[in-house]
T-cell receptor, first 111, second 115 residues
Framework: GESVGLHLPTLSVQEGDNSIINCAYS??????FIWYKQESGKGPQFIID?????DKRQGQRVTVLLNKTVKHLSLQIAATQPGDSAVYFC??????????FGAGTILRVKS | DSGVTQTPKHLITATGQRVTLRCSPR?????VYWYQQSLDQGLQFLIQ???????AKGNILERFSAQQFPDLHSELNLSSLELGDSALYFC??????????????FGAGTRLSVL
């Protein structure tokens, strides 16, 4: 059949506002999760990670929250800037070394 | 710059042909991973090598193969190419072979167009 492109959800935020990007993961046995940012024409860039024995981890302007009960991850970006515009992927570490990526979310920052 | 180098950046070829994609990992990294990113499938894990040995396999077609050389660079060979193989191919590297907090760093990718 005809293949169609993935329809990625888009989050539009005003510059200076906080952004929250959500992700549902599939495997309750996954022990490690990573957020990547991918700008146009570039490879995925590591942002922040979290182990399954934690609920929250903070970095510079970013925070990752993990809810294992409902298999949900979120990435919070404080004071969003135009340079934050990109596609954001969550990934779960499956079977020790395989990263399984979510479909991605497009973040658009309006100036 | 992640420190992972991929060549070439772009590759245009015809159906039925064979191509080789090359990856140099970050200095000190022993693991190399290959991923395919297409419009309809997203980012898919293909294969991992650790210190020259195959460590894990994902959704890699039989027409595709990879290897990691003693200097730790890796090559992904794609043969009998089909239109559907057009995609971005990424290489990533990490220090360890697996486990939590084994961060994978990605190269800029090779864009393959099969005409």
């Amino acid at each position: 059949g005809e293949s169609v492109g993935l329809h990625l959800p888009t989050l539009s935020v005003q510059e200076g506002d906080n952004s929250i990007i959500n992700c549902a993961y599939s495997n309750s046995a996954s022990d490690y999760f990573i957020w990547y940012k991918q700008e146009s024409g570039k490879g995925p860039q590591f942002i922040i990670d979290i182990r399954s024995n934690m609920d929250k981890r903070q970095g510079q302007r970013v925070t990752v929250l993990l809810n294992k009960t409902v298999k949900h991850l979120s990435l919070q970006i404080a004071a969003t800037q135009p340079g934050d515009s990109a596609v954001y992927f969550c990934a779960e570490n499956f079977e020790g070394n395989k990263l399984v990526f979510g479909a991605g979310t497009i973040l658009r920052v309006k100036s | 710059d992640s420190g992972v180098t991929q060549t070439p950046k772009h590759l245009i070829t015809a159906t039925g042909q064979r191509v080789t994609l090359r990856c140099s990992p970050r200095s000190g990294d022993l693991s190399v991973y290959w991923y395919q990113q297409s419009l309809d499938q997203g980012l898919q894990f293909l294969i991992q090598y650790y210190n020259g040995e195959e460590r894990a396999k994902g959704n890699i077609l039989e027409r595709f193969s990879a290897q990691q050389f003693p200097d730790l660079h890796s090559e992904l060979n794609l043969s009998s190419l089909e239109l559907g193989d057009s995609a971005l191919y990424f290489c990533a590297s990490s220090v360890e072979g697996g486990g939590a907090q084994n961060i994978q760093y990605f190269g800029a990718g090779t864009r393959l167009s099969v005409l």
